[in-house]
């Protein structure tokens, strides 16, 4: 009886310690990653700054994660002691202000995303001391006031993401001045309907430049007169009409280009389109005219190197045989989405690839209403041989003729 007695003593002891420790713990709004301890997690906590207990010490933590709280503004002294820190993630907050010298503390600093916020401003001592910067996201944000030199600190910037914030003209030629090596630039959806000839002077080595879904109408080539590293240009989702000429007069490494989502008037590549690198081009969507291609719409850029021709979505329906008979290298061509009702009417087989035996291995023309097509295949070494009235397609590896009238 007595030994009973003890065990359940025993029990009541541990259950009430057990009771006690349970309602004294607290949980906490930060924890560190389960496979990296450098890593503090204080994401999607209603925090509206940083909380002064943390599980770790603040000069070890090298990433910080504050992203969807409810802070609204950056001074001066928050960062304070994490001199370590090498990514920060202040996205989804509610920031409205950032101080002068905001991250003078953290001069480690290597990523900053600060987008999706409630931003207007940025004064030119905002990022003072952030040398070693690479990557600086600052998507949608209601930017409406950009200083000059508001960048001149980020002598180490690689990236630099700008879409979505209101910029209707890119007025100063100093906006981007300081960032020599700076070789991603995004400014998609900003509104923008003028360029300044001297905005991109300061950023030589730019590698990629996306004017996405702007107010385009022209475009300058003179604006990129200092890009002549510049591989990948997207100038989608303008107001643009013509093809822009005289642009490879200043961007011989010109690779992928697009023009897609513009009202094009005329498709026509002049000769100086020769003195690029393209590979790619994209003119998706661009008319709704069924009569757009003529003989000279890519005669500039005859026997070039370029090996995909993206076409898809648009009313064209007819061409002659000569538009694409300058396509020696061409590999990939996609037709898609068309009004093309006859693939051998005018000869639109042999215009297809352009020669009398293409390297053409991917071809598309699905969801169109092509009905009259004559062709066959032939396998040989896993490749498939196409064949038209006209032409055959020896390389071809691939063919979509899905969703057409064919009988």
């Not at 040398?131 to 030199?149: A, F, G, S, T, V």
């Not at 007819?318 to 093309?340: A, G, H, I, P, Q």
């Amino acid at each position: 009886m007595e030994n009973q007695q003890q065990r359940v003593a025993v029990i009541v002891l541990v259950v009430m310690t057990l009771a006690g420790y349970y309602c004294d713990y607290t949980p906490q709004p930060c924890h560190q990653h389960f496979y990296n301890k450098t890593i503090l997690d204080c994401s999607r906590q209603n925090l509206a700054g940083i909380p002064k207990h943390l599980p770790a010490e603040r000069n070890t933590i090298a990433a910080l994660w504050l992203n969807d709280n409810n802070i609204t503004a950056v001074n001066k002294g928050l960062l304070e002691n994490f001199n370590q820190l090498t990514v920060l993630w202040l996205e989804s907050n509610i920031i409205r202000l950032l101080t002068s010298h905001a991250f003078a503390e953290v001069t480690n600093l290597q990523h900053l995303h600060l987008q999706d916020n409630e931003i207007q401003s940025l004064n030119n001592d905002v990022f003072l001391g952030l040398h070693n910067l690479e990557i600086l996201d600052i998507r949608k944000n209601p930017l409406e006031d950009l200083q000059d030199k508001t960048f001149a600190e980020l002598t180490n910037l690689h990236e630099l993401q700008l879409s979505m914030c209101y910029l209707p003209e890119l007025l100063s030629s100093n906006l981007l001045f300081g960032l020599e090596n700076l070789q991603n630039l995004t400014l998609e959806l900003c509104n923008i309907s003028l360029i300044r000839r001297e905005v991109f002077a300061k950023v030589p080595n730019l590698k990629r430049l996306s004017l996405k879904g702007n107010r385009l109408h022209t475009v300058d080539s003179v604006i990129f007169r200092s890009l002549s590293k510049l591989e990948f240009l997207d100038l989608s989702g303008n107001l643009l009409t013509q093809i822009p000429q005289r642009l490879c007069d200043y961007m011989p490494w010109l690779v992928d280009i697009s023009f897609s989502f513009n009202p094009l008037h005329e498709i026509k590549f002049g000769k100086d389109y020769q003195k690029c690198s393209l590979r790619n081009i994209h003119l998706v969507s661009v008319t709704n005219k069924t009569d757009l291609l003529s003989n000279d719409s890519f005669i500039g850029i005859a026997n070039s190197p370029l090996n995909k021709l993206d076409f898809r979505d648009n009313e064209v329906s007819y061409w002659r045989s000569e538009v694409f008979s300058c396509f020696t290298n061409l590999s990939f061509l996609d037709l898609s989405s068309m009004k093309v009702d006859n693939f051998t009417e005018s000869k639109a087989a042999m215009s297809t690839a352009g020669v009398q035996r293409s390297k053409v291995h991917t071809l598309r023309v699905s969801n169109n209403t092509i009905h009259g097509i004559f062709f066959f295949f032939k396998l040989s070494f896993s490749a498939v041989a196409f064949a038209t009235q006209d032409c055959q397609y020896t390389f071809l590896k691939e063919l979509d003729i899905s969703r057409n009238k064919l009988s």
